[in-house]
């Protein structure tokens, strides 16, 4: 395995991290928005599965009456 000093990788790692596109400021709050209105529609998926598969559970079982 070839030895890098540290100083040479160091060097690598900040030519590597200057070709990286960064997101703008208005790009990352876009996304952290989709991301919460996304967990908020498949929390309310969620919900809603449940309380059909509990209803169908109560009345198969007869446990409602």
């Known amino acids: 395995m070839a030895k890098i000093s540290p100083f040479k990788f160091l060097q690598e790692v900040r030519s ?14 876009i996304t952290t928005v ?3 209105v ?6 309310v998926l969620f919900l ?5 598969i ?5 009345f ?3 446990i409602g009456t």
């Not at 590597?16 to 990352?28: A, G, N, Q």
């Not at 996304?38 to 929390?43: E, I, L, Y």
């Not at 809603?48 to 059909?52: C, E, L």
Request: charged share 20%; no cysteine.
């Open 16 to 29: 590597e991290t200057d070709k990286v596109t960064w997101p703008t400021r208005r790009e990352t709050a």
């Open 34 to 36: 989709m991301v919460f």
């Open 38 to 43: 996304m967990v908020a529609v498949t929390s």
């Open 48 to 52: 809603v599965a449940d309380q059909i």
């Open 54 to 58: 509990r209803f169908a559970i109560t």
């Open 60 to 62: 198969i079982l007869g």
